[in-house]
């Protein structure tokens, strides 16, 4: 099983409404695409000031169908709309034991 984490942290200036349709957006993501087996997204808790804003971590059952979800047209779109420009991120994939 391979995990995909991903960190956001919005820019300046970035409003509500978009973080609210960035979070639906994401939420759309496992009915589009039949590779992920497991899907969570969700805004930081701010339990410390320090974290990043939103976390996302999918689940695949190989790297294979996280490189199909990581070029699936849905996804692309929603990087393109939604994180592109309005956030840097950090990505890592990891095997789950």
Not at 39 to 46: A, F, T, V
Request: net charge negative; aromatic share 10%; charged share 20%.
């Amino acid at each position: 099983m391979i995990r995909h984490l991903v960190l956001l942290k919005w820019n300046e200036g970035v409003d509500l409404p978009h973080v609210a349709a960035t979070k639906a957006a994401l939420d759309q993501l496992p009915g589009l695409i039949s590779q992920i087996v497991a899907y969570h997204n969700g805004p930081d808790l701010r339990v410390v000031p320090t974290n990043w804003d939103h976390a996302v971590t999918a689940d695949f059952a190989s790297i294979e169908d996280f490189v199909t979800y990581r070029d699936h047209p849905a996804h692309q779109e929603v990087v393109k709309t939604y994180l592109t420009n309005f956030c840097p991120r950090l990505a890592v994939q990891f095997t789950l034991d």
